[in-house]
T-cell receptor, first 117, second 110 residues
Framework: GAGVSQSPSNKVTEKGKDVELRCDPI?????LYWYRQSLGQGLEFLIY????????KSGLPSDRFSAERTGGSVSTLTIQRTQQEDSAVYLC???????????????FGAGTRLSVL | DAKTTQPNSMESNEEEPVHLPCNHSTISGTDYIHWYRQLPSQGPEYVIH???SNVNNRMASLAIAEDRKSSTLILHRATLRDAAVYYCIPPVQGAQKLVFGQGTRLTINP
């Protein structure tokens, strides 16, 4: 079946511009995660959505970052007034169930490579 | 939360077994250990997970020490396509995020 799809695959923007990154999770997966991977920081958690619960935003680095998940499916990560340090690969993952439990099997997309000039 | 320690890099030859170690000395009794890997230019992918006993699946085996303070991911017959960064993921109490350390970069020689 179809995996997690992210778009665009590459995005080049100018410092100060806003960008939107899209994630289409696996159909039926209730949990959705955003991570980012940069050279200096490795892979870090950004935000987590589970059903209709309030999202866990504890990983968002600043208030310039926000995300929403519409209809429990597609998610958009928005970065306002981009800075050069925002350059990274932004990865989305989805999981069939989201509650506490043994299996934390997340399926990742290929990511969006963001370059801020 | 439990912490993990892995070697930065390992190297092996094609068609030989590979044993990737992970120390998780602070793990609690009910915590699962998950392993993911990341191939070049791809997102991470789930490999295997376990609690106490050894686990096998089509990708790998996971050997968990009796005291659960360490585990070893075993690739029985490495191929060039197994070259990746392998992450031993510690559990995070009350949270569902994955916490990635630096992982072990595995190089496979032909």
């Amino acid at each position: 079946g179809a995996g997690v799809s992210q778009s665009p695959s590459n995005k080049v923007t100018e410092k100060g511009k806003d960008v939107e990154l899209r994630c289409d999770p696996i159909s039926g997966h209730t949990a959705l995660y955003w991570y980012r991977q940069s050279l200096g920081q490795g892979l870090e958690f950004l935000i987590y959505f589970q059903g209709n619960s309030a999202p866990d935003k504890s990983g968002l680095p600043s208030d310039r970052f926000s995300a929403e998940r519409t209809g429990g499916s597609v998610s958009t990560l928005t970065i306002q007034r981009t800075q050069q340090e925002d350059s990274a690969v932004y990865l989305c993952a989805s999981r069939e169930g989201g509650g506490p439990g043994a299996k934390n099997i997340q399926y990742f997309g290929a990511g969006t490579r963001l370059s801020v000039l | 939360d439990a912490k993990t320690t892995q070697p930065n890099s390992m190297e092996s030859n094609e068609e030989e077994p590979v044993h990737l170690p992970c120390n998780h000395s602070t793990i609690s009794g009910t915590d699962y250990i998950h392993w993911y890997r990341q191939l070049p230019s791809q997102g991470p992918e789930y490999v295997i997970h376990g609690l106490t006993s050894n686990v096998n699946n089509r990708m790998a085996s996971l050997a968990i020490a009796e005291d659960r303070k360490s585990s070893t991911l075993i690739l029985h017959r490495a191929t060039l396509r197994d070259a990746a960064v392998y992450y031993c993921i510690p559990p995070v109490q009350g949270a569902q995020k994955l916490v990635f350390g630096q992982g072990t970069r595995l190089t496979i020689n032909p």
